[in-house]
């Protein structure tokens, strides 16, 4: 039985949609700080009408460093259901300051306790898709036996599989590696939850997602992985006290701990949803004319057996 009903998928789309349009408003304008924070305003006023006793697990940061939309930070009416809520209103703000592709409004809820309260720190990350035997990737394992493992279990050679990989400094190693065995890879500028959904999109291409990136956009991203399937791994990554500190905050007591996909995000029903700013392999961009804007969303839930993508047309004032 749903303890979640369904007019949540679209009320969470709605919270997401709200960010977005927000967000439009900054693209290409060469100030992230501020379509962030158009973001975040729109998302915190929509998800304050929703009639629930929300609280945010993964949110802009802790309460003295953001203002808005901290971790513990309670949204919603008061009434009704004790929701838990992971959300990035602006999950890519540089590509949006630079007019670049993918970025995205993001939201994932679930009743209390349904998602990792997890600290705002490194994860390092593996996800595949759908429809593969169960733990055919392990983050313990080395790249080059994951893409053996996987090339066997998808009936297909190395060199015909795709990873994406979020393109920074850190990740030299493994993509030399990668390329060794004759894998291709996509890169990625930002964006690390649509690279990892990207694995279980089979028009994406992409077989193998590695990496770290940031701990609340694994937890987004698992969230999503719940509701369409596919499997994912992540282990926090720490480079100093401050941030042990904060995973301590948390309620975090191993460190070392490899987290499954339910670990991540445990609860029986959770809602996904994700709003294009830009344009992206996951959905399009805002598009606005006057003042009407239109998005497209993408709608996911442990309730529905579908993927779902929904446009909607908005009158801005
Ligand atoms: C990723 C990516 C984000 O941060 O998590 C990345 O998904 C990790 O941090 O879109 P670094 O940029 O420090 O590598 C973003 O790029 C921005 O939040």
Redesign the pocket.
Known sequence: MSVLDRSMIFAAANVAEKAAIAAYDWIGRGDKEAADQAAVDAMRTALNNLPMKGRIVIGEGERDEAPMLYIGEEVGTGEGLEIDIAL?PL????PTAKGMTNSLAVLAMAPRGGLLYAPDT?MDKIAVGAELPGGVVDLDNSIEDNLAALARAKDRPVSDLTVCV?E?P?HQEIVARIRQVGARISFI?????A?VISTTDPKTGIDLYVG???A???VLAAAALRCVGGQMQGRLVFRNDDERARATRTGITDFGRKYGLHDLAGGEDIVFTATGVTSGSLVDGVRKSGNIAQTHTLLLSTMEDAWRRMRSRFHCE
């Open positions: 990035d999950e890519g703000t540089t490194y979020l920074r850190r500028t930002d964006g690390d939850v690279g770290s990136g940031g609340p956009e694994g």
